[in-house]
């Protein structure tokens, strides 16, 4: 929080957004991403990829498989007949 955001809220205080920050159009359209299941599911999905949790797992793959790519994927071994 900034100084100027500490001097006029409190050092205990901080800006949440509530339904009174809102214009109407924006709580219609966020009552409406949250109706349908697949925006639902497509909102959940781009929180988990763009948190810590997600950076880690991939920081932990790439550490153990370095530059193999056969790690990273399965390879597709054709028999010669």
Known sequence: MSTLETELR?????????EKQHSPVVLHHLRKRAD????H?????????????????????????G?????LAPTVTRSSS
């Open 10 to 18: 409190g050092p205990d205080q901080r800006c949440q957004p509530d």
């Open 36 to 39: 349908d299941w697949q925006l």
């Open 41 to 65: 599911l497509a909102d959940r999905i781009t929180t988990f990829a763009g948190s810590m949790p997600f950076v880690w797992a991939h920081v932990a793959l790439f550490a153990r498989c």
């Open 67 to 71: 530059s193999r790519p056969a790690c």
